[in-house]
């Protein structure tokens, strides 16, 4: 079975510009979820989609938002890019939404903003 | 502020030491624990996890950690570690149904 599937795996973006990343959950996954890894800050949540809703939401600012397909597939997109966004921006998928399933990681987007 | 603490941002072992990473969290309730690794140039991963039952849990490669509810705690531990043990990891707690991580352990093992 095919992992979870990312890209592009590396973007360069200049500031204020914006940028869409792309997630493929693992086929049967429903439940798509969202991190930002930075060196400082960690692996910090975005947000989970399960069946196309957003469920849960973390602490970031309206420039960060997502959506999920139908088909499971989940979008990101962030407007308006600061520096600080660079970051690697991690999915994951899992069969359910919630706490009991275990999620499957992909490799990541590097975003780098300059 | 709820959270995840991880103690140690960096540990160095030699081979054959055994490890023990410390994991707090400050949400009450009902909570799911995991402990994840992340190998130079791979993916996150699942070592092992704790939903309930038996507080000892055992993973993969020979890890298990332990759950102590009065503690608030989640330490990930390894009698032996091998130079391939050389990996972040990551302890996450998931309350509500959101996964929050603890920032990381470096652990870097010397052959």
């Known amino acids: 079975k095919a992992g979870v599937t990312q890209t592009p795996r590396y973007l360069i973006k200049t500031r204020g510009q914006q940028v869409t990343l792309s997630c493929s959950p693992i086929?049967?996954?429903?439940?798509v979820s969202w991190y930002q890894q930075t060196p400082g800050q960690g692996l910090q949540f975005l947000f989970e989609?399960?069946?196309?809703?957003?469920?849960n939401k973390g602490n970031f600012p309206g420039r960060f938002s997502g959506r999920q397909f139908s088909n499971s597939r989940s979008e990101m997109n962030v407007s308006t890019l600061e520096l600080g966004d660079s970051a690697l921006y991690l999915c994951?998928?899992?069969?359910?939404?919630?706490?009991?399933?275990?999620?499957?990681f992909g490799p990541g987007t590097r975003l780098t903003v300059l | 502020a709820q959270s995840v603490s991880q103690h140690n941002h960096h540990v160095i072992l030699s081979e054959a030491a055994s490890l023990e990473l410390g994991c707090n969290y400050s949400y009450g309730g009902t909570v799911n624990l995991f402990w994840y690794v992340q190998y130079p140039g791979q993916h996150l991963q699942l070592l092992l996890k704790?939903?309930?039952?038996?507080?000892l849990v055992k993973g993969i490669k020979g890890f298990e950690a332990e759950f102590i509810k009065s503690k608030f705690s989640f330490n990930l531990r390894k009698p032996s570690v091998q130079w391939s043990d050389t990996a972040e990891y990551f302890c996450a707690v998931n309350p509500d149904n959101d996964m929050r991580f603890g920032a990381g352990t470096r652990l870097t093992v010397k052959p």
């Open positions: 704790y939903f309930s039952g038996d507080p």
């Open positions: 086929s049967g996954h429903r439940s």
């Open positions: 994951a998928s899992s069969l359910g939404a919630g706490g009991y399933n275990e999620q499957f």
């Open positions: 989609y399960f069946s196309e809703t957003q469920r």
